[in-house]
């Protein structure tokens, strides 16, 4: 009997059909968000799912889903998995890593740049036809990228990334925190030097927030740590929404305890935290840090490479290219 397999989100049909010339394939092509108990009705029965960032598999949904042997991910993130109860009943969680390094250590530099020279803002002042009327010489100043120091939280694939732009394209002082410090070869490589937390809320002009969401890096920037930051700094955050505490970030803000953010992800998003909506000196965007066509399509592709692997089909059977709990891979059914 052929196995069945969910595809929760919309995404690239000409990729995802290849689910279909191993599986059974239910998808939601209207791309409808279902609530969670329309999540555990659609797969029931199904041995895999293909699951995006906004659905919540938990260990009630395992339980309901005895079925499930593979859940594959699109995103390099995967806070929306409990990891350990997928492991403990043998279901094999994978991601999509690597793929979209690049493109969001772009992105990532877009919004700290939009929110350092002020793109948005002047975005809406030609707009609102001001420049005709008002414009002045000393109009929407902002602060300089290149010379800089730039701050890294978190120095994964992606702060690396980010880091190597700074210091080897803008000409910027690249500083950083990680749980970990990296090898001093790799140091080299970025062009970035390991600093203590409050230095690196102290010395950055910009910093950047990369650390991957968990509970111990929830709320790892709030109402302490920006009060360390320069009136004159800039805070971008493209790693996951309550790894900064965006009530205390809207509240620096409209005081003018930092002079600008930039933020593609927000606690309980999609809601975004009413002052943040009516400060002017944020730049908003919906999650889209990975978000250019070739990106999104590889991380498709990953998606089902893994699924098809997962679920003993393929020429890797068996053998998923990036698994999160490799573990359960080894474990005899
Ligand atoms: C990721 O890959 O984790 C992105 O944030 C998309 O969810």
Known sequence: MRASVLVTRASFPDIVDRLRTHFDVSDNPSDTLWTQDELIERLQGKDGAMTAGSDRIDARLLDACPQLKAVCNIGVGYNNVDVAACTERGVL??????????????????????????ITESERYVRDGKWITTGRFDMLLGADIHGATLGILGMGRIGQSIAKRGAHGFGMKVIYHNRTPLAPEVEAQCGARYVEKSALMRESDHLIVVVPYSASSHHAIGAAELRQMKSSATLTNIARGGVVDDAALAAVL????????????FEGEPRIHPELLACSNVVLTPHIGSASVATRRAMARLTVDNLVAALGAGPDAGRPPTPVNPEVLRTPA
């Open 93 to 118: 969680l994978t991601n999509t890593p690597d793929v979209l390094t690049d493109t969001t250590a772009d992105f990532g530099f877009a919004l700290m740049m939009a929110a350092a020279r002020r």
């Open 254 to 265: 409209k005081e003018g305890g930092i002079a600008a953010a930039g933020l593609d992800v």
